[in-house]
């Protein structure tokens, strides 16, 4: 269970988050809604700490993730496995390499530096890359490829971290519908079928009611609405 209990954020004087409380289950699915400069991103990258909170407190089976510090935040990196709008790949190696770097959070520095990896890493990332429908890609240039297979390369590697969580920050706002379909496709069945929790922001309503089970709307940093699709049409 991830619990976001008062938690705000500002920059400056801007409020970006304000005073959110939200609680998610495991393995939920849940779309986060709302215009450009809602909050979304912010409420997001606090879950994984790219950014800190200025106040209130995230915990995630009672460990208080806003405390977390070397190893134990290591370790959070690797639970909580983020997907981004710009897919965040390193386009200049290849894409086996790229679905490697899940690992990183698992390893000794060094064994990084090296670029050592298992055969048995080798395998999982290869199977990650198939279930994605991308392994013929693996020895190309990540970033020679289509939008839409490089935001499938960053959910395999994703899927290597083995998280218990995913976090995707606008996953399809960059892609074609056909693409996004793909893409929304591939996180619902990870979801569903490897139970992993899914909290997707979303710029487009449809997208939230055809995949989510739960659509939290946000405006000006506020949660605004928190239910179910169908609350969300009775509401409007
Ligand atoms: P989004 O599509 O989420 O609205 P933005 O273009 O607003 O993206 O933001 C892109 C990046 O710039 C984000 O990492 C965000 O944190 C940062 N950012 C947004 N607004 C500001 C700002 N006023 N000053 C500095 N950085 C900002
Ligand atoms: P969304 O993801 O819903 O588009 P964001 O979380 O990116 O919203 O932004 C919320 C607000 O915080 C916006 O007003 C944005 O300009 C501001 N903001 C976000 N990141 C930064 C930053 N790094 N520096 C300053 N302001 C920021």
């Not at 395998?123 to 499938?152: K, N, P, V, Y």
């Not at 893409?183 to 569903?192: E, K, R, T, W």
Request: aromatic residues 4%.
């Amino acid at each position: 269970m991830l619990e976001i209990r008062g938690v705000t954020r500002r920059f400056g004087k801007t409020v970006a988050v304000k005073n959110v409380d939200v609680k998610i289950a495991e393995g939920e699915m849940v779309g986060v809604i709302g215009r450009s400069g809602a909050g979304k991103s912010t409420l997001l990258r606090m879950i994984n700490r790219l950014i800190e909170t200025s106040e209130g407190a995230i915990t995630f089976r009672d460990l208080e993730v806003s405390k977390l510090r070397g190893t134990a935040l290591r370790r959070w990196n690797r639970d909580c496995a983020m997907i981004f709008q710009q897919f965040n790949l390193v386009p200049r190696l290849d894409v086996l390499t790229n679905v490697l770097l899940g690992r990183l959070n698992h390893r000794p520095t060094a064994m990084n530096l090296l670029n050592i990896y298992s055969r048995e890493e080798r395998i999982q990332a290869i199977a990650a890359l198939e279930r994605l429908d991308i392994a013929h890609t693996a020895l190309q240039q990540a970033g020679t490829l289509s939008g839409g297979q490089q935001q499938r390369v960053a959910i395999a590697r994703a899927l290597m971290q083995e998280p218990q969580m995913i976090l995707a920050d606008e996953p399809i706002a960059s892609l074609d519908p056909l693409n996004a379909k793909v893409v929304m496709d591939s996180l619902a069945d990870i979801n569903a079928r490897d139970g992993i929790t899914v909290i997707t922001n979303l710029h487009t309503l449809d997208t939230a009611r055809h995949y989510c089970s739960r659509i939290i709307g946000m405006a000006h940093g506020e949660v605004v609405f928190d239910g179910t699709a169908s609350e969300l049409t009775a509401a409007a």
